[in-house]
């Protein structure tokens, strides 16, 4: 079955401990997204990547970093430098073009204490 | 910038139909879409429209665009219990990336 997934569900920190999310596709998308979610806020983009070894700041990209080493991989990394870091982190993906749908994996709920 | 504007809340007995409404900003906006959340889920499409169309039909669901009033509207016909969720309204301006808004909560009822 092809999808994106994101591990795990859920996720437990201590504040000033960095933490990475995962997110894995097999739809063989150019395109991946980071989004946060907080109640009432809807969604929020971090970051986004449309091709392998590039990405771009979205909204809210301060406290977080990217990577894209390979087409199907686009790991989140919640730093200590974020103020804020609990809350819910959905990944998507598409093929790039616009009137392409945005895949969503189940997200990960982050909570930092 | 661009802004997506919903409101937040709208509650339905089962067998209505709803109407969740969004207005957006962006006068460039290409694509408009409407996607669903399910408690602790991640997001569906529903469907979208073309900005040069003012009405799509799928089944149950109707997308009506006012592209002068920067209006869009979903409408969903003999609604159910299992309709209950987030409905996010978000547009595409030929980037590639969308703009949500903060989402509709819609609760049925039996």
């Known amino acids: 079955d092809g999808g994106i997934t994101q591990s795990p569900k859920y996720l437990f920190r201590k504040e000033g401990q960095n933490v990475t999310l995962s997110c894995e596709q097999n739809?063989?998308?150019?395109?991946m997204y980071w989004y946060r979610q907080d109640p009432g806020q809807g969604l929020r983009l971090i970051y986004y990547?449309?091709?392998?070894?590039?990405?771009q700041k979205g909204d809210i990209a301060e406290g977080y970093s990217v990577s894209r080493e390979k087409k199907e991989s686009f790991p989140l990394t919640v730093t200590s430098a974020q103020k804020n870091p609990t809350a819910f982190y959905l990944c998507?993906?598409?093929?790039?073009?616009?009137?392409?749908?945005?895949?969503f994996g189940p997200g990960t709920r982050l909570t930092v204490t | 910038g661009e802004d997506v504007e919903q409101s937040l809340f709208l509650s339905v007995r089962e067998g209505d139909s709803s109407v969740i409404n969004c207005t957006y900003t962006?006068?460039?906006?290409?694509?408009l879409y409407w996607y669903k959340q399910e408690p602790g889920a991640g997001l569906q499409l529903l469907t979208y429209i073309f900005s040069n169309m003012d009405m799509k039909q799928d089944q149950r669901l109707t997308v009506l665009l006012n592209k002068k009033d920067k209006h869009l509207s979903l409408r969903i016909a003999d609604t159910q219990t299992g309709d209950s969720a987030i409905y996010f309204c978000a547009e595409s301006n030929g980037y590639s990336t969308l703009t949500f808004g903060k989402g509709t909560m819609l609760l049925v009822s039996p």
């Open positions: 962006d006068s460039s906006s290409t694509y």
């Open positions: 998507a993906s598409t093929r790039g073009r616009e009137s392409d749908e945005q895949y």
């Open positions: 990547s449309q091709i392998v070894n590039d990405f």
């Open positions: 739809l063989n998308h150019d395109a």
